[in-house]
């Protein structure tokens, strides 16, 4: 066995809920009348909701009233999320042949504990995983890489000793930094330069990066 555990982000990576995030953060820029300013929702990718509430301040502090801003775009997601909750291709099944072959699966996410575990269930995968450590778990968030040590310990092994999966920036330093070998799925943004330079594998797919460290047959 190469891995004692496989570590996986969440939002992104397993479900395909950045979208539907951008989606309605920009109708909510609409609803107050902004425009071109995306670049602010990418900057808060892979954060912790205190940390992107920083970055929000910071883009769009001087233009909207932050919590009136923020209620608006939660509700617009909740309703979006109501309906439906997609999956990432290959997460399933990439789950179900880990859960067959016994290795245990954490996922290490950004978002709090309880809404990670609740939108895991709708989308049918929170039975295919042995536990979760969400962002209000920890006292760093990514790129720190204390979401990713807490994973491993939670399934009684050590990060070096996993590999880990990620679509963003900062969940891809934090993983690398744990120790874990880590594979890169990108989703809404390709890794910046720094990023690609720490030398981890970046994959079209997660089934595809699977194979490339030798996880998964293929």
Same mark, same amino acid.
């Given at each position: 066995?190469?891995?004692?555990?496989?570590?996986?982000?969440?939002?992104?990576?397993?479900?395909?809920?950045?979208?539907?995030? %951008?989606?309605?953060?920009?109708?909510?820029?609409?609803?107050? *009348? $902004?425009? +071109?300013?995306? @670049? #602010?929702?990418?900057?808060?990718?892979?954060?912790?909701?205190?940390?992107?509430?920083?970055?929000?301040?910071?883009?769009?502090?001087?233009?909207?009233?932050?919590?009136?801003?923020?209620?608006?775009?939660?509700?617009?997601?909740?309703?979006?999320?109501?309906?439906?909750?997609?999956?990432?291709?290959?997460?399933?099944?990439?789950?179900?042949?880990?859960?067959?072959?016994?290795?245990?699966?954490?996922?290490?996410?950004?978002?709090?504990?309880?809404?990670?575990?609740?939108? %895991?269930?709708?989308?049918?995968?929170?039975?295919?995983?042995? *536990? $979760?450590? +969400?962002?209000? @778990? #920890?006292?760093?968030?990514?790129?720190?890489?204390?979401?990713?040590?807490?994973?491993?310990?939670?399934?009684?092994?050590?990060?070096?000793?996993?590999?880990?999966?990620?679509?963003?920036?900062?969940?891809?330093?934090?993983?690398?930094?744990?120790?874990?070998?880590?594979?890169?799925?990108?989703?809404?943004?390709?890794?910046?330069?720094?990023?690609?330079?720490?030398?981890?594998?970046?994959?079209?797919?997660?089934?595809?990066?699977?194979?490339?460290?030798?996880?998964?047959?293929?």
């Amino acid at each position: 066995m190469l891995y004692e555990a496989v570590l996986f982000d969440m939002d992104g990576l397993l479900l395909d809920t950045e979208r539907q995030y %951008l989606g309605t953060f920009i109708a909510t820029c609409e609803s107050f *009348g $902004v425009s +071109g300013v995306e @670049q #602010v929702y990418y900057d808060c990718i892979g954060l912790r909701l205190v940390d992107s509430q920083k970055v929000l301040q910071k883009g769009l502090g001087h233009l909207v009233d932050l919590a009136s801003f923020t209620d608006t775009w939660d509700a617009l997601t909740l309703e979006a999320r109501s309906k439906d909750i997609p999956v990432k291709t290959g997460a399933k099944e990439l789950l179900g042949q880990l859960a067959d072959a016994g290795i245990p699966c954490v996922v290490a996410t950004s978002t709090g504990t309880e809404k990670a575990i609740h939108h %895991l269930k709708k989308a049918g995968l929170y039975e295919l995983i042995s *536990g $979760v450590v +969400g962002g209000d @778990q #920890v006292s760093s968030g990514k790129p720190n890489p204390e979401v990713y040590l807490r994973a491993a310990i939670l399934v009684g092994t050590r990060a070096p000793y996993c590999a880990a999966f990620e679509d963003s920036d900062p969940g891809a330093r934090a993983a690398h930094a744990s120790g874990a070998t880590t594979v890169q799925v990108p989703d809404l943004k390709y890794p910046s330069d720094d990023t690609c330079a720490l030398g981890h594998v970046i994959a079209q797919d997660l089934l595809s990066g699977a194979r490339q460290i030798g996880l998964i047959d293929g």
